[in-house]
T-cell receptor, first 115, second 116 residues
């Protein structure tokens, strides 16, 4: 079975600085997708960035980028120029390439932004 | 484009009662998945509905059941509520079949269920 592990329950970063959230996963599949979701206090789960496993190039969305290390099964999220609005729970998630499959989430990392 | 909506926002029930939660999928999406998120945890997959049929189920007992309607909206029903059912219930929609982003799920704001 696939698993997703986030080893940092909480992190803090100074506003305007850069922070990296860690995620590792375990799978025997070759076709899968990885995601980072943000969940602010409003509870709405927001898709931040996605990575297709077959793509070698790391995904980037504005201030958010990932470091995808397929062999090491690592998928970290880098947030540049941190803003107060980035404060939230961040979940790393995995989805099989099988269209019938569900998304598996890690336990999350709570990110605090210090003004 | 209309996003995923859920109702009600909050709900308080007593142990042993039954509850129905509702979800309207995002415009153009035909698949709905339900997740349970306990306090301080990541969401856990309950089940998925496609073409009005259950299409994948997580490790949840049969007292968790659902429906999908022809307009792709969905209901989650929980019978014989237990204290441990207290959680945030999230609905997510996606578009299966031929789209380049079939694997992305978009979440609603959730329903907070409290069982006393």
């Amino acid at each position: 079975a696939q698993t997703v592990t986030q080893s940092q329950p909480e992190m803090s970063v100074q506003e305007a600085e850069t922070v990296t959230l860690s995620c590792t996963y375990d799978t025997s599949e070759s076709d899968y997708y990885l995601f980072w979701y943000k969940q602010p206090p409003s509870r709405q789960m927001i898709l931040v960035i996605r990575q297709e496993a077959y793509k070698q190039q790391n995904a980037t969305e504005n201030r958010f980028s990932v470091n995808f290390q397929k062999a090491a099964k690592s998928f970290s999220l880098k947030i540049s120029d941190s803003q107060l609005g980035d404060a939230a729970m961040y979940f790393c998630a995995y989805r099989s390439g099988n269209r019938d499959d569900k998304i598996i989430f890690g336990k999350g990392t709570r990110l605090h932004i210090l003004p | 484009e209309t996003g995923v909506t859920q109702s009600p926002t909050h709900l308080i029930k007593t142990r042993g009662q039954q509850v129905t939660l509702r979800c309207s999928s995002q415009s153009g999406h035909n698949t709905v998945s339900w997740y349970q998120q306990a306090l301080g945890q990541g969401p856990q997959f309950i089940f998925q509905y496609y073409r009005e049929e259950e299409n994948g189920r997580g490790n949840f007992p049969p007292r968790f059941s659902g429906l999908q309607f022809p307009n792709y909206s969905s209901e989650l029903n929980v019978n014989a509520l237990e204290l441990d059912d207290s959680a945030l219930y999230l609905c997510a929609s996606s578009s299966r079949g031929g789209t380049s982003t079939w694997y992305e799920q978009y979440f609603g704001p959730g329903t907070r269920l409290t069982v006393t």
